[in-house]
């Protein structure tokens, strides 16, 4: 049956790809929609974008996914939802001396994903020395010996959490939208064969169930708690990330800086200009969480995994040594939902009529959020994925995957805690 305006929709996941679709359906006119989270308030907790900025920029080792950064960085420069929790102070993406040949090799083919591509002509400057980092980036005064790469000025960041709450209180003013919060989803069930999807809810103060004609998990990294089935394709992974604080001084200092990623080191952003924190995440292959072969986030993340802080002063020793003591403040491992391709999944579940995925974030997914959830309606509204790489993919083995722009090798947080 075709879906029409007036079917019922349930959002389960109010997180990143969970408001934009939501944004996208009330925006097309869809009727009934209901969003559920567990958290209390929105960003919650455990969601992804509950973070002071994530990174924007459009370089991509597949060009596929550099065209759709690049309609997203049209909306975040432009679309009065979004812009104002947008920056674009450009991208210092490069290798310090020390990296592995697997790093260089990854920043070379993200760079020849864009250096042709009309949309950033002159936007881009080779760094081959220490005096062509400082052009760019004179406040970075760190040795940087032997540290190559380019700046990209057709990028930036995003104020994600602040960008999460302006659309969740735009959505929930939408007509026909429903949001409720403190609800965590515990199962999933057919109703009387055809008659729509059930799902049960866990609430402070007792249960509930939910009925709708469709039903949309984007549950980010917790998806497998709820269908084991998509536990193969799917693996939970953290990383640390973690805020040096600045005084106002100092944070003027750093001011317009560009987001700099060292592939083999980690990244840090400009000082947030409200409260002066510095936001950075090492590199690295990540942590996971396994039980019984599937890997779900932790309720409690507020923790630094042995190894970690050493690995966030190495990048202030080598790009701002002046900090490299400043105490580590408001840290927490962040989980994404890797698949072994690195592809999102957004599908129809096989043999379960009205279900469906939007997932496998892969920790490059925020960038997205204006228009992620317009590919989440283009689904539901052709009935099939004709985007073969989002597809649903029995067989695929995320947890086995070696991803090209990451270094070192994933560990399980039981073998380090
Ligand atoms: C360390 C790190 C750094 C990153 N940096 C970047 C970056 O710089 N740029 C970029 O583009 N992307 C980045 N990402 C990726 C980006 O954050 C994710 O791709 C994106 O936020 C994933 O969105 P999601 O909707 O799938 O999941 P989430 O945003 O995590 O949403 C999931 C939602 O589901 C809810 N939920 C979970 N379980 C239940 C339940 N049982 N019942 C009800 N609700 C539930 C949660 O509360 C949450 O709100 C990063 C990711 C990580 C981990």
Known sequence: MPLTKDNSILIVGGGTFGLSTAYHLAQAGYTKITILDKGDSIPSPLSAGNDLNKIVRAEYEDPFYAELALSAIAEWASNPLFAPHYSQVGYLLGNSAAAPEKSKRSLAKSLASIERHPAFAKQITAINSRDDVRAVAPALDGPMDGWT??????AGYARAADALRSVYVAVKEMPGVDVRLGRTVVSLNHEDGNAGLAVGVNTASGKETYTADLVILTLGASLANLLPSIGQQITAKSWLITHIQLTAEEAVQLEGIPVT??????????????????????????????????????????????????AVRNILREHLPRFADRPLVNSKMCWCADTADSEYIIDFVPERKGLVVATGDSGHAFKMFPVMGGWVRDLLEKG?????????????????????WRVGSTRDLSEVL
């Open 149 to 154: 790469g380019y700046f990209n000025r057709l």
């Open 261 to 310: 990623y060292s592939r083999d080191l980690g990244f840090f952003f400009e000082p947030d200009r409200q409260t002066g924190l510095l936001k950075i995440s090492p590199s690295g292959a990540g942590f996971t969480n396994r039980n019984n072969g599937i890997s779900v986030p932790l309720e409690k993340n507020d923790f630094v995994p042995p190894g970690e802080e050493e």
């Open 384 to 404: 099939q994925q004709d985007v073969a790489r989002w597809r649903w993919k029995e067989g695929n083995d995320a947890a086995a995957a070696e991803v090209s």
